[in-house]
């Protein structure tokens, strides 16, 4: 089992960070689709809550260059379903991730958190914790799943960044 934990600053409070950004439908495609590349990325569903809501998304990413070893074991394909819930009352999203392929022998959880910071910034938390129970190759799949997951957080802070300041209003 391998852990991996970021934090990233923006220049908005968390509730804006939520709706304009993690939970919008335009961000999103514009990460998934056109940033990243996946050949899919979309809501399943989305159920309201009493402090939130739970939503299952089902994504697709490009195989890039994946070692053979672990490449042959996702015969499957890459895609996932991330069942997800949001609780508005703590500023948090809590997922798990059903894979593809390995589905008995991968487990993936994510718990996010935005946390509103002085001058009206927040930062966003997240821990990723992966589990491969695979003889041989679970340590070097653990490893490159979290490498994935990291790029991928950086790519949507930059996204983000660059769409709050395209939104924000002139003072």
Same mark, same amino acid.
């Given at each position: ?14 509730? +804006?960070?939520?709706? &304009?950004?993690?939970?919008? %439908?335009?961000?999103?495609? /514009? ?28 994504? +697709? ?9 672990? /490449?042959?074991?996702? /015969?499957?394909? +890459? ?12 500023? &948090? ?37 992966? %589990? ?24 949507? +802070? ?9 939104? /924000?209003?002139?003072?």
């Amino acid at each position: 089992m391998a852990t991996r934990t970021g934090a990233h600053d923006f220049d908005c409070d968390p509730e +804006t960070f939520w709706a &304009r950004a993690f939970f919008s %439908e335009e961000f999103n495609r /514009k990460l998934f689709l056109e940033r990243l590349k996946f050949e899919q990325w979309e809501v399943l569903e989305q159920v309201e809550t009493a402090d939130g809501f739970r939503r299952r998304v089902k994504a +697709t990413p490009r195989v890039g260059d994946l070692p053979g070893p672990i /490449k042959t074991l996702l /015969k499957n394909g +890459t895609g996932y379903v991330e069942e997800g819930e949001y609780f508005r009352s703590q500023s &948090r999203y809590v997922i798990n991730v059903i894979p593809s392929s390995l589905a008995d022998r991968l487990k993936i959880t994510g718990d996010m958190r935005v946390v509103p910071l002085p001058d009206g910034r927040c930062r966003r938390s997240y821990t990723t914790v992966v %589990e491969a129970k695979i003889m041989v190759v679970g340590g070097m799949l653990e490893t490159r799943l979290l490498d994935d997951i990291d790029k991928s957080y950086a790519r949507s +802070t930059l996204l983000t960044q660059e769409m709050l300041k395209e939104t /924000k209003p002139a003072t």
